[in-house]
Every structure is written in structure tokens, then in C-alpha cells.
């Protein structure tokens, strides 16, 4: 219905109460906007974080390969100096 057929007094009463309304809708969801930027900047740290953990899981695990060889060659060493005795 246009609004040059809705009778004054209606217009007088809803019309303030409808754009009070949409200020306040406007205003949520500029704070929605600024709520979502948040959580994708925090996903994007935690993403972030994540692949940093990895990559020093990966560290870790190379370096007890390392050691485990290392230890595994040293008892062989010691294991036949002590069958050749």
C-alpha cells in the first residue's frame, strides 16, 4: 500500500515507531559485520597456529627418528663388541 493511501493518524503513531525499527536493524547488523570480521581474523590465527603446531610435531618426529637410528646403531656397536669379546 503507498504511503500517500495510509491515514495520517497511522502515519503519525507506526511511522516513527517503523524507523526507529530500522535504525536499530541497521545497527545490528553493523555489529553482526563487525562480529563475523572477528571470528574470520580468529579463524585465520588459528589456522595459522595450527600449521605452526604441525610443523614442530614434524620437527619432533624427525628428531626422535634421528635418535632412535642413533640409539639403534650404538647398541649394535656395543652388542657385537661384546659377542666378539
Same mark, same amino acid.
Given at each position: 500500500?503507498?504511503? !500517500? #493511501?495510509?491515514?495520517?493518524? %497511522?502515519?503519525?503513531?507506526?511511522?516513527?515507531? /517503523? *524507523?526507529?525499527i530500522k535504525g536499530e536493524l541497521k545497527s545490528v547488523?553493523? #555489529? %553482526?559485520? $563487525? $562480529?563475523?570480521?572477528? %571470528? +574470520? =581474523?580468529?579463524?585465520?590465527?588459528?589456522? $595459522? !597456529?595450527?600449521?605452526?603446531?604441525?610443523?614442530?610435531?614434524? =620437527?619432533?618426529? *624427525?628428531?626422535?627418528?634421528? !635418535?632412535?637410528? $642413533?640409539?639403534?646403531?650404538?647398541?649394535?656397536?656395543? /652388542? +657385537?663388541? %661384546? !659377542?666378539m669379546a
Amino acid at each position: 500500500m503507498p504511503v !500517500e #493511501k495510509v491515514p495520517s493518524w %497511522i502515519k503519525q503513531v507506526l511511522m516513527p515507531e /517503523l *524507523n526507529e525499527i530500522k535504525g536499530e536493524l541497521k545497527s545490528v547488523n553493523t #555489529k %553482526i559485520d $563487525s $562480529s563475523n570480521e572477528r %571470528i +574470520d =581474523s580468529l579463524r585465520n590465527e588459528i589456522k $595459522s !597456529e595450527i600449521g605452526r603446531l604441525e610443523e614442530r610435531i614434524d =620437527s619432533l618426529r *624427525n628428531e626422535t627418528k634421528i !635418535e632412535m637410528s $642413533s640409539l639403534r646403531t650404538e647398541m649394535n656397536i656395543r /652388542l +657385537d663388541s %661384546i !659377542e666378539m669379546a
